[in-house]
């Protein structure tokens, strides 16, 4: 009785072993050649928004760069300069964003493998009850600051922002998952609210209500 009971005791822990090791393979399986990955993502996007900028894809370089020919909508020698910009939907603000001014948003931030790393709401989208992010757009990433001075009150846009322009070679530790080396950013961005500098800098941002 005493050698039956070993067995299974044995057994168990064997089988909890092997799911545990599967557990920690898969798991590495989800992040094997990422770099390669993350390029070959980043190709196939600049590729759908080189071909479609005349309609909902937009593509903007980064805004420490000097310009292109606004009539040029063809990326120039390096990828890696430029945000990717899918237009889901059109704000009716007229305010331009500037570089010293803060902003509320909401939004949501995911890996090439759907990993959610960084977000202001949960589920889907609720603007009516969703609480939005408020941030300073020149303490931003180069890709968020870049995008927003491009858009108006309303906006919702998916943005897709090269390693270069985001948190460069280094791993970065979101709210629920890791940014590793070379990731590009998929984000689901809204602008909600623009708040000019020149009207508060001298006062606080009011809270959200």
């Keep these: 009785m005493r050698k039956s009971f070993y067995f299974i005791v044995s057994v168990l822990f064997g089988v909890l072993f092997f799911l545990a090791s ?3 393979t898969n798991e590495e399986d989800r992040f094997v050649n990422w770099q390669a990955r993350n390029q070959h993502y980043l190709d196939s996007i600049v590729n759908l928004a080189q ?3 005349s309609g909902e894809w937009r593509i903007f370089k ?3 760069l000097p310009p292109d020919n606004p009539n040029d909508i063809n990326i120039g020698t ?4 430029y945000i990717y910009v899918k237009v889901l939907e059109s704000g009716t603000g007229t305010m331009q964003v500037g570089y010293q001014d803060t902003v509320r948003v909401h939004y949501r931030g995911k890996l090439i493998n759907d990993d959610v790393f960084n ?3 949960k ?3 609720k603007p009516e009850s969703a609480v939005p992010s408020k941030f300073g757009v020149s303490s931003l990433i180069n890709g968020w600051t870049t995008v927003l001075q491009q858009m108006r009150e309303g906006d919702r846009w998916e943005i897709f922002i090269p390693w270069s322009l985001a948190y460069g070679p280094g791993m970065m530790a979101g709210s629920s998952a ?3 080396d070379y990731s590009v950013l998929h984000f689901d961005l809204q602008l909600v609210k623009v708040y000019p500098w020149d009207e508060y800098a001298d006062k606080p941002i009011p809270d959200w209500k």
């Design 123 to 125: 589920g889907a989208l």
């Design 62 to 64: 980064s805004y420490t």
């Design 119 to 121: 977000q202001s709401y």
């Design 78 to 81: 390096d990828p890696l300069d």
């Design 178 to 180: 890791t940014i590793l």
């Design 51 to 53: 071909k479609n900028a």
């Design 22 to 24: 599967c557990s920690e």
